[in-house]
């Protein structure tokens, strides 16, 4: 019976890349997007992030867990109720120009 002769080195290189065909295409499958794909969920991602910096009211004021009251203080400061009205209300005297009072 005649067998053929085999190039053991050959034979050892072409298993080893059938495995890593195999290993590729195993991670094409879990991992593989295109480019197009890819620049997609990278823009979404970004517009993402500029939407809820966009939403925070400031930087150091959401880490610490703080919320600015209508003054600009933090929570925990001097009571401040009269100046928020004297400044975001207007005056009895600016509303009444027309020499009433």
Do not use: Y
């Not at 499958?29 to 517009?47: C, M, P, Q, W, Y």
């Not at 150091?60 to 209508?70: E, M, R, T, Y």
Request: proline share 3%.
């Amino acid at each position: 019976m005649p067998s053929d002769i085999v190039n053991l080195r050959r034979a050892r290189k072409a298993r080893a890349r059938l495995s890593k065909e195999q290993e590729a295409a195993a991670n094409r499958r879990l991992h593989g997007r295109n480019k197009a794909e890819r620049l997609i969920a990278e823009s979404e991602k970004v517009r993402a992030e500029r939407l809820l910096d966009g939403a925070r009211l400031t930087t150091a004021d959401a880490d610490a867990g703080k919320v600015p009251d209508l003054e600009g203080e933090m929570n925990g400061g001097a009571d401040t109720g009269r100046a928020t009205v004297a400044r975001f209300a207007p005056s009895a005297r600016r509303r009444n120009r027309g020499g009433e009072t």
